[in-house]
């Protein structure tokens, strides 16, 4: 039975250390390795160059620290002294090669990140590790330049080898392939081309006149050289690379005032046909190799803000953004969307903040803005300038509200005070033109708004029930003043929006009645009923406008849009528009409307009957648009107006927005991230979708995403999904990450998909695999096979250990009766011997006194009194060891009860010495004193000091071999003196009483000898009872263990301390402490006859028996031992008392 418990439990121990190994947690992966930050910001501002990998990820060289960016925070990458991490953090250059493998030149050397998210610092052959260039050339080699080697990367032994070795006088400060494969090495003074296959000079340039420190090589071939010149101005030399000869410069840059005086320190591509020139002046420029035409950043025509820093790296991405680095600034970016709307830097920032109100377009082709605050300005068809025009009557407290121009370019501008102004512009162009009045009208009930109709009336939507009309306009063949033409029932409302219709009748919205047709022939109006298709408050029109397919459209506020149809006079509301507050409606050549309102810009593509959206987000400039401010002018430009300025664009420049592609990026468990070559559960980085693996105890875990879509703001929406777990679509908005918690086991699929502001579609979807390991003890194996057989095990166990419950409960209850019956006996025996002991003591009394008579009577011979001697030794000693017994069986009772008095302590010791004088005598044993020439009175119980010192010394001759030494010693010593006894303040130590323990002087008698010793681990067992050292009893003397138990109660009962130190010398030093301070002892614990201690007088000199000297000298009201060396103690030291 007993080995079937033990089968059982072994089994059991197995079972479930194997659980515990599948379940502890694992070292790999538990945290993100040192050279991998996650942050806000980049790593430094000092930018260096930039790379894109194939999943869109921007990387960022700086002076401290490669960074990944995806538009929202940064993976920064450092150096961290492992082979693992980035090589050196100074990164001067980046290239990601077809392989889409990422490299990385530093001033230390090249690495290259793999797909495990860790980079390999690939060697190099040359002495020279500072890298400037990395290049791949069209045959698939990855080239590195230190100015001095190109060297060539190999593959199969992954180190770099020298390719091109250039000569001192034309170190390479960079180098290019042309369209025939050949590399061109610029050097300050030379153009070197270098045939690949040979790997020899095929050709050397000349570069006269000039110094050059930077080059360009067009997608043409040819190959723009900039350096220092002997004037002020730099020097631009152009190389066709096909020809291998130089071609003219173009002339606008050699003869444009704006780059003279500056040196043009760098060139990018910024599209196929421009480029973008820097000058040592931080000017930015355009040329259009194409038309040669030169567009500088302060110019009309400059397509983007052009940043104020000092630019060390330009890069276009595949999105078209165009990236910017500085030396000091970090970087900025121009996005491409932003180029599609207000593509004029100079006069989108001309009406930045200024909210237009009113918009119009003159036969010029001349836009007209009216803002709010700042009056009337022009903005010139060609030039694309704008300035203010004073309008006459205009005033501080006299605020216009729109302009309109007619067909004959008059313009009628409304104010606030119901004036409408009718003027003409004179004077020419946009430089001098001025406004001149020629006509004002009032129409008292306040102006909305203006417009003309197909018989060149002018029509004025008014507060109330009527419109005005002008019949003959500003001809002045018709009316002078304005005719009031009743729409609708009298009552409060007003008209604020009229339009001409192609039919030659006239479309006027009124607020709360919908819409009145009127004929301008006879004047005649049809209404058209509209109440069931209001849903919110009032029908509030702000926008009318006749598309080119004839069906007209009106917005409103807070009801959307709705559409007229004339031949049935009905009204339809439309959906589709995100935005219910309507603000302005124009058309494009193309037929498409564009709705500016409250919140974003839609378009209306007719040819799939869908709303497009585009915000502040996607370049527009603003979202909030005013009402019935839209135009198309000349070019097919339309112009909104709106609190932020104005918005402009053509519509053939408004690309399709791309599909953003999803990038998984980082798998955290437990809130660290997971990398590949660290981790067991993904094989590679999250870009390459690995199927994600967690074990049971690590399903905490949240993975992060991107749509890989650069912009100034978030233009994503997200949704996600784990296929399996969630029910439905979790609408995270802009967050890109998501969390799960205790996921059960399983299979699962986490899908991610991107919902585009714009147009409100899924733009993008992608998932990844991801599956939750079972427990182990979940396994088939454990349920089928193992927990059966532990269930077996268990309960047959289960019974065996209640057999041993019931074996283990007898047997105990067995040694509780035994253990009372011990008691009982011992308790009976300790009665017995107790009054045995009484009944020996009385005739040993007896025998005492007797003998004392006779060995005091002078007349025995020296023979007898010896025998006599040895008769009263041996009597008294019977007599203490009757009453040790006596005292024995009181401490076990705790009856025994201590009595002091004024004692001198030193005769009492010294005449227990006396004592065994003759028992060290025979056993050839040297018994020596020292201290006890002296008296100290103190308060003591002699009888229990007397019984200390005897087991005391006992023991002492017991254990000490013949011609051994015991030496005992008393001092009088204060509390620094006893360190040893470990005395804490105000507690008990090892033995003794606080009251001891507080007491400031004491008296110590040390008991050594040469005996066998003690154990030092030992020496605190000694003092247990009935324990003795093994092996004790085969030398010469063996005890019963009692006698030490025995000192040390007593020691205790007299607030002392008794403890066993270990000889250096060898033997054993027994030490006895007694507190002297007469506060340590209770009243009621001493006797009526104490003296009261006084002070000792100073004796002379004196020598004991094989001592040295010692003298006691005492100061009055308190003690004090000088000691002298003596054969035990090497050191004179003093003690108070």
Not at 275 to 285: C, D, K
């Amino acid at each position: 039975m007993k080995n079937f418990c033990l089968v059982s439990l072994a089994l059991s121990a197995l079972s479930l250390a194997f659980c515990v190994v599948g379940c502890r947690p694992h070292d790999q992966g538990a945290a993100s390795p040192d050279f991998l930050v996650i942050d806000d910001d980049i790593s430094n501002q000092k930018i260096n160059a930039f790379a894109e990998d194939k999943f869109g990820y921007i990387w960022i060289a700086t002076h401290r620290g490669l960074n990944r960016y995806n538009g929202f925070d940064f993976h920064q990458y450092y150096n961290t002294e492992d082979s693992l991490s980035l090589i050196d953090n100074q990164v001067i250059c980046l290239l990601v090669d077809s392989h889409n493998m990422l490299w990385a030149g530093t001033v230390n050397g090249v690495s290259h990140l793999t797909h495990g998210g860790y980079f390999v610092n690939v060697p190099l052959v040359s002495d020279s590790r500072y890298i400037t260039q990395i290049l791949e050339t069209s045959a698939g080699d990855v080239l590195v330049n230190n100015g001095m080697v190109l060297e060539r990367y190999d593959r199969e032994a992954e180190v770099f080898r020298p390719f091109i070795t250039f000569a001192p006088e034309n170190l390479a400060s960079r180098c290019w392939e042309d369209r025939s494969g050949r590399i061109w090495a610029v050097s300050p003074q030379n153009l070197t081309a270098y045939d690949t296959e040979r790997m020899r000079s095929v050709n050397s340039v000349a570069v006269a006149d000039s110094y050059i420190f930077s080059s360009f090589m067009q997608r043409n071939g040819v190959l723009w050289l900039l350096g220092a010149g002997g004037g002020d101005s730099g020097v631009i030399r152009l190389f066709d690379t096909r020809r291998d000869t130089f071609v003219e410069t173009p002339a606008v840059l050699m003869s444009d005032a704006r780059l003279r005086g500056q040196t043009v320190k760098a060139i990018y591509e910024y599209s196929e046909t421009m480029l973008i020139l820097y000058t040592s002046g931080r000017q930015f420029f355009i040329y259009n190799t194409l038309s040669g035409e030169l567009v500088g950043q302060n110019d009309s025509g400059f397509p983007f803000p052009a940043p104020d820093t000092d630019v060390t790296a330009m890069f276009t991405d595949s999105g078209q953004n165009l990236w910017i680095g500085s030396s000091d600034q970090g970087f900025s970016v121009v996005y491409s969307y932003k180029r599609q709307f207000n593509d004029n830097a100079l006069l989108a920032k001309y009406f930045d903040s200024r909210s237009v109100i009113s918009l119009a377009s003159d036969k010029a082709g001349n836009i007209w803005a009216l803002t709010s605050l700042d009056g009337l300005h022009i903005i010139d068809g060609e030039t694309r300038h704008a300035r203010r025009v004073e309008v006459p009557g205009e005033a501080p407290k006299r605020r216009m509200l729109e302009c309109f121009i007619d067909s004959r370019d008059n313009f009628w501008i409304t104010f606030t005070d119901g004036h409408l102004a009718q003027c003409r512009y004179v004077g020419g162009g946009s430089g001098g033109g001025r406004l001149v009045q020629e006509a004002d009208h009032n129409l008292y009930t306040g102006l909305f708004c203006v417009t003309e109709d197909a018989y060149g009336n002018i029509w004025a939507g008014a507060f109330g029930s009527s419109v005005g009309v002008l019949v003959g306009g500003a001809t002045g063949a018709g009316a002078k003043e304005f005719r009031p033409i009743e729409i609708v029932p009298p009552g409060y409302t007003f008209t604020p929006i009229m339009i001409p219709l192609r039919s030659g009748k006239v479309l006027a919205a009124s607020w709360g009645w919908g819409f009145s047709v009127i004929d301008p022939t006879d004047m005649s109006m049809e209404r058209i009923n509209m109440w069931g298709e209001v849903k919110r408050s009032s029908f509030i029109p702000t926008a009318l406008f006749e598309a080119s397919d004839g069906t007209i459209w009106c917005g409103t506020i807070g009801n959307g849009l709705f559409t007229v149809n004339l031949q049935e006079m009905s009204v339809t509301h439309r959906e589709g528009v995100q935005c219910n507050d309507i603000s302005g409606i124009a058309e494009d050549a193309l037929g498409n409307l564009w709705i500016s309102t409250l919140d974003g810009l839609f378009k209306y593509d007719n040819t799939v009957d869908r709303f497009f959206a585009y915000y502040d987000s996607d370049g527009i400039g603003g979202d909030q648009f005013n009402e019935n401010c839209a135009i198309r002018s000349k070019g097919n430009m339309m112009v909104f107006g709106g609190t932020h300025g104005i918005t402009f664009f053509n519509p053939i420049d408004i690309m399709p927005r791309r599909s953003a592609r999803i990038v998984f990026e980082d798998l955290m468990i437990n809130n660290a991230i997971q990398q590949a070559y660290k981790s067991d559960a993904i094989g590679s980085h999250m870009a390459l979708k690995p199927d994600i693996t967690l074990r049971h105890s690590r399903n905490n875990f949240s993975i992060s995403y991107v749509a890989m879509d650069f912009g100034e703001f978030p233009r994503d929406n997200y949704n996600y999904m784990l296929e399996g777990f969630d029910g439905r679509w979790i609408d995270a908005r802009h967050s890109r990450q998501a969390f799960y918690s205790n996921l059960p086991p399983g299979r699962y699929n986490f899908k991610v998909r991107v919902i585009n502001n714009s147009d409100m579609g899924v733009v993008a979807e992608d998932s990844i695999s991801v599956r939750v390991k079972p427990s182990p003890w979940l396994s088939g194996v454990m349920v089928f096979g193992v927990y059966p057989l532990l269930f077996l095990l268990l309960a047959g166990s289960l019974v065996w250990l209640w057999m041993m419950v019931l074996r283990n409960r007898r047997i105990a209850e067995l040694a509780v009766i035994e253990k009372e019956n011990e008691l009982r006996t011992n308790a009976m025996n300790m009665s017995f011997f107790s009054n045995i002991s009484h009944e020996f003591r009385t005739p040993l009394t007896m025998i005492s006194g007797p003998v004392e008579l006779l060995a005091g009577d002078p007349g025995l011979d020296r023979e007898k009194r010896d025998l006599l001697a040895i008769v009263q030794r041996n009597a008294h000693r019977m007599l203490r060891l009757v009453n040790q017994l006596m005292d024995f069986n009181k401490l076990e009772n705790d009856t025994l009860r201590l009595k002091v008095r004024s004692a001198d302590i030193i005769a009492e010791a010294r005449r227990v010495v006396g004592t065994f004088l003759f028992t060290a005598k025979e056993k050839r044993i040297s018994l020596t004193s020292s201290g006890l020439e002296d008296s100290f009175v103190m308060l003591l119980d002699e009888d229990k000091l007397e019984k200390i010192l005897y087991n005391l010394l006992s023991n002492a001759v017991k254990f000490t071999p013949p011609d051994g030494k015991i030496a005992v010693s008393l001092d009088v010593v204060g509390r620094a003196d006893v360190a040893e006894f470990g005395l804490p303040d105000g507690a008990a130590g090892a033995s003794g009483s606080a009251g001891a323990v507080a007491a400031k002087s004491f008296v110590r008698i040390d008991v050594a000898d040469t005996g066998v010793g003690i154990p030092e681990q030992h020496l605190e067992d000694v003092f247990k009872r009935y324990y003795q050292v093994e092996n004790q009893d085969k030398g010469p003397s063996w005890g019963t263990g009692i006698g030490l138990y025995y000192a040390r109660r007593m020691a205790e009962l007299h607030h002392g301390f008794l403890k066993a130190f270990v000889r250096e010398e060898g033997g054993t030093l027994l030490s006895l402490l007694l507190p002297v301070d007469v506060a340590v002892y209770a009243e009621d614990r001493r006797r009526s006859d104490e003296q009261k201690p006084v002070a000792l007088p100073a004796p002379e000199p004196v020598t004991a028996e094989g001592g040295g000297r010692r003298t006691l000298r005492q100061a009055p009201g308190r003690g004090t031992i000088c000691e002298r060396s003596w054969s035990w103690r090497t050191t004179p030291r003093c003690r108070t008392s």
